[in-house]
């Protein structure tokens, strides 16, 4: 399966965001996350960087 | 492998950008997309939605 692992840079540091992630949907508010479960997650974030063969997606926060 | 084919909705039609993307980074003038042999692109556009167990992203045009 080629889901991937979202992580947001918090002060220069990768958290953990939403493993086995499927859906990624920028929105107005930020960016919709759903995982291969159907989970959600809306998070206030912009796209910084995906890497998809390394299962990879960052995200930064709005400021 | 987990690249993803890239598409640009154009008058509700997708057409194909470039295949075997595995890298994303969105800028200031748009997507760059890299595939896994290295080749570059930049679209001026934003990204719509990503499936990634389908191995798609959609992108559409910044007008």
């Known amino acids: 399966m080629c889901e991937a692992n979202v992580y947001i840079l918090k002060d220069d540091r990768e958290e953990l965001v939403l493993e086995s992630v499927d859906k990624v949907i920028p929105q107005e508010e930020g960016i919709l996350l759903e995982d291969i479960f159907g989970k959600r997650k809306l998070v206030r974030a912009r796209i910084k960087e995906?890497?998809?063969?390394?299962?990879?997606?960052?995200?930064?926060?709005?400021?």
Do not use: G
């Not at 995906?50 to 400021?63: F, P, Q, S, T, Y």
């Open 50 to 63: 995906m890497a998809l063969v390394n299962h990879r997606i960052i995200l930064e926060e709005i400021k």
